[in-house]
């Protein structure tokens, strides 16, 4: 039978082109996710490393005295240029005037704080890092999903798929990304994801001296920061961002953005 | 510097090239929103610039990707936006909107031109009558009923144009205006207002190259259409300073958390590019000199300068205007304690030199197009030895 090239004919046969393009690759996708869920927690080595874990940050604003080692550590553990910009975590000090004045700093993020010479009423530090949000709007913005939330509650970025456009480094209201700068891709804070999936402490909680830098599991009932959120005064930054972040302060003070 | 800003935001992220692209794109939308004027709405005075408005929107499409693509960390990876996007990502949109967007214009231009690229193909010879031949897709039916489809069809692409070119430059707004971290950039009016000045921007440049192009092939300048260009411009003007101030008052008299560090970066840190680039010579002075341009009791040659004048202001405005949202929103630390300095380079890859012969470039590229398809109604000129009927279409 010869086809005829009719109005009719070409409908019916793109309609057709259409169908097999558009099924094709939803069927495959359905195939793909059924394995996946077929194969539990129990087979998948990704699953089953997140399997029972919830990671938590508490920092302890009364306890840092603003050595900034967890600055230097931070930087050496995850291969960030020192002499750089560009910080996963950093210190701020504040300093409370009588007249109502605060003064804040972070000098090269906290490694170069100098003696101020007029004494304030009261001066604290604040050391700041990725909150790994459970909403966050880095995770929202980039255009190619090369940053996402681990099962385990943290935020990292695929260095492999991130095209540098820095849409996350403007979407992040805590200033916590950066562009790397040998890299060119976006850069952030990752509790040091390599460090705690064997086992191990992020680095800046490690090297940090008075203990002011917490972290551990949320859903292991021994461990130490579950009991310190059931018993501190804790704040997160900016809540009205709705971000939901998982890094929980003690005893911070309102002038702390 | 001023304040604190955080460590990591000494450095200013989006920088000239980020300026550059909305620029760009709005002086796109600008263009095809004024060729719809005659193709959609019949504004029979823009006829000497129908097509020629259109290739220019052509020439700045054409361009308007390269400013993101140079800015990206990874550049060789800029097309994994289409072929892996990420769907609840603003940005991962701009692919697709560039890409229909593209199609829309090329298609419409096809239609517009083919009576001339048919035309041209049969009346020259060797390598050009190839190149048109090439052009025709083989279709060179040019009978009265052919054209008569011809023209419904423009008319079509050309509607659908106007949502497009809306949605396209509205979406751009939308890039920045949903950024909640930024207090200068987070407003739902963000997207209005780029779609108001990206119409201005390019009814402002359809004015200085109108100008400049009757100049350089020493012809008259229609005084209706130029009048007309004139009269939009002012109409819409006012219309994009009236959003643009809205906001600022808006944000003024609620006077939220943000506003102190807003009102600072507009009289303090942006106040030379804010108050008296964009606001004085950008819209102001021609809010006052276009409806002079209009005078009947002015002389032609006047009426002209002035217009023109007014239009490179505009153009020069809405280049500082997009200028203080990009650096400006980010000037602000997201601290609200302090603002960060732009450190202007020369010749770094988003330096000064780099930046404007990008944004040039698309000069270069609309005379190639306008040489290829001399856009002109009513003139026997074409590329050399062609001499086709051009006259007869469109009427």
Not at chain 2, 33 to 46: A, C, D, N, Q, T
Not at chain 2, 203 to 209: E, F, M, Q, S
Not at chain 2, 229 to 237: E, K, S, V
Not at chain 2, 316 to 343: C, E, H, P, W
């Given at each position: 039978m010869k086809l005829k090239f009719t109005r009719r004919n070409f409908v019916i046969s793109t309609a057709k082109v259409m169908a097999i393009g558009l099924l094709a690759p939803t069927g495959a996708l359905a195939v793909t996710k059924l394995a996946f869920a077929e194969d539990s927690s129990q087979q998948n080595p990704i699953l089953k490393q997140w399997a029972g874990k919830e990671w938590n940050f508490v920092v302890d604003t009364a306890k840092c005295i603003g050595c900034a080692s967890c600055v230097k550590a931070c930087k050496k553990e995850n291969s960030i240029p020192l002499d750089k910009e560009v910080y996963r975590t950093w210190v701020e000090r504040y300093l409370v005037y009588t007249n109502d004045e605060v003064r804040i700093d972070s000098p090269r993020g906290g490694l170069e704080f100098q003696q101020e010479v007029a004494k304030p009423e009261k001066q604290f530090f604040v050391p700041k890092l990725c909150n790994q949000c459970q909403l966050a709007p880095c995770i929202q913005v980039c255009p190619v999903g090369a940053t996402y939330r681990t099962g385990d509650g943290v935020v990292l970025v695929d260095r492999k798929r991130c095209i540098g456009c820095g849409y996350c480094i403007q979407a992040c209201p805590y200033s916590a990304r950066f562009l790397h700068p040998i890299l060119k891709v976006a850069d952030k804070c990752t509790w040091c994801y390599h460090r705690i999936s064997k086992g191990m402490l992020p680095a800046c909680v490690q090297v940090c001296p008075t203990g002011a830098r917490k972290f551990g599991n949320m859903k292991d009932p021994a461990s130490e920061i579950v009991a310190l959120k059931k018993k501190s005064r804790i704040r997160i930054l900016k809540p009205d961002m709705g971000t939901e972040p998982k890094v929980f302060y003690i005893d911070l003070d309102e002038v702390v953005k | 510097m001023s304040g604190y800003v955080f460590p990591n935001e000494i450095e200013v992220h989006w920088r000239l090239l980020i300026v550059l692209y909305p620029y760009i794109t709005g002086l796109v939308a600008g263009?095809?929103?004024?060729?719809?004027?005659?193709?959609?709405?019949?504004?029979?005075?823009?006829?000497?610039?129908a097509r020629f408005s259109l290739l220019t929107a052509l020439a700045f499409l054409f361009c308007a990707p390269l400013p993101l693509l140079f800015h990206l960390g990874q550049p060789l990876r800029a097309l994994n936006i289409m072929i892996t996007p990420h769907l609840t990502s603003a940005m991962a949109g701009f692919g697709f909107i560039y890409s229909f967007y593209l199609i829309l214009c090329l298609l419409e231009t096809w239609f517009l031109f083919r009576e001339d690229i048919v035309k041209f193909a049969a009346s020259s010879k060797g390598f050009v009558k190839l190149f048109y031949t090439i052009l025709t897709l083989g279709?060179?039916?040019?009978?009265?009923?052919?054209?008569?489809?011809?023209?419904?069809?423009?008319?079509?692409?050309?509607?659908?144009?106007?949502?497009?070119?809306?949605?396209?430059?509205?979406?751009?707004?939308?890039?920045?205006?949903?950024?909640?971290?930024?207090?200068?950039?987070?407003?739902?009016?963000?997207?209005?207002?780029?779609?108001?000045?990206?119409?201005?921007?390019?009814?402002?440049?359809?004015?200085?190259?109108?100008?400049?192009?009757?100049?350089?092939?020493?012809?008259?300048?229609?005084?209706?259409?130029?009048?007309?260009?004139?009269?939009?411009?002012?109409?819409?003007?006012?219309?994009?300073?009236?959003?643009?101030?809205l906001e600022v008052l808006h944000m003024g008299y609620e006077g939220k958390e943000e506003w102190p560090m807003i009102r600072g970066l507009l009289t303090n840190h942006i106040s030379l590019s804010y108050l008296v680039i964009q606001m004085g010579f950008g819209v102001l002075l021609p809010l006052i000199l276009l409806p002079i341009?209009?005078?009947?009791?002015?002389?032609?040659?006047?009426?002209?300068?002035?217009?023109?004048?007014?239009?490179?202001?505009?153009?020069?405005?809405?280049?500082?205007?997009?200028?203080?949202?990009?650096?400006?929103?980010?000037?602000?630390?997201?601290?609200?304690?302090?603002?960060?300095?732009?450190?202007?380079?020369?010749?770094?890859?988003?330096?000064?030199?780099?930046?404007?012969?990008?944004?040039?470039?698309?000069?270069?590229?609309?005379?190639?197009i306008v040489r290829v398809l001399p856009p002109w109604y009513g003139e026997l000129k074409g590329p050399k030895e062609i001499v086709p009927n051009i006259g007869a279409t469109g009427d």
């Open positions: - | 263009a095809f929103i004024l060729s719809s004027l005659y193709h959609v709405f019949g504004r029979s005075e823009f006829k000497p610039l279709a060179k039916d040019i009978s009265p009923e052919a054209l008569h489809k011809d023209h419904k069809i423009v008319t079509v692409l050309a509607t659908i144009g106007i949502p497009a070119a809306c949605f396209l430059h509205g979406y751009v707004g939308f890039i920045f205006g949903s950024i909640k971290a930024n207090a200068w950039w987070s407003t739902p009016l963000m997207p209005i207002i780029f779609l108001w000045s990206a119409t201005v921007s390019g009814v402002a440049l359809l004015i200085v190259l109108y100008r400049a192009v009757t100049w350089i092939r020493r012809q008259k300048i229609e005084l209706p259409c130029f009048m007309s260009l004139n009269f939009y411009l002012w109409i819409f003007l006012i219309i994009a300073t009236i959003l643009e101030l341009g209009r005078s009947k009791r002015l002389s032609v040659e006047v009426k002209q300068t002035l217009t023109t004048l007014s239009g490179a202001l505009v153009l020069m405005g809405v280049l500082a205007m997009r200028f203080n949202v990009v650096i400006g929103g980010q000037l602000i630390s997201k601290s609200m304690t302090g603002y960060t300095a732009y450190d202007w380079t020369l010749f770094s890859n988003e330096g000064i030199i780099p930046v404007m012969i990008l944004l040039l470039l698309p000069l270069p590229v609309l005379a190639v």
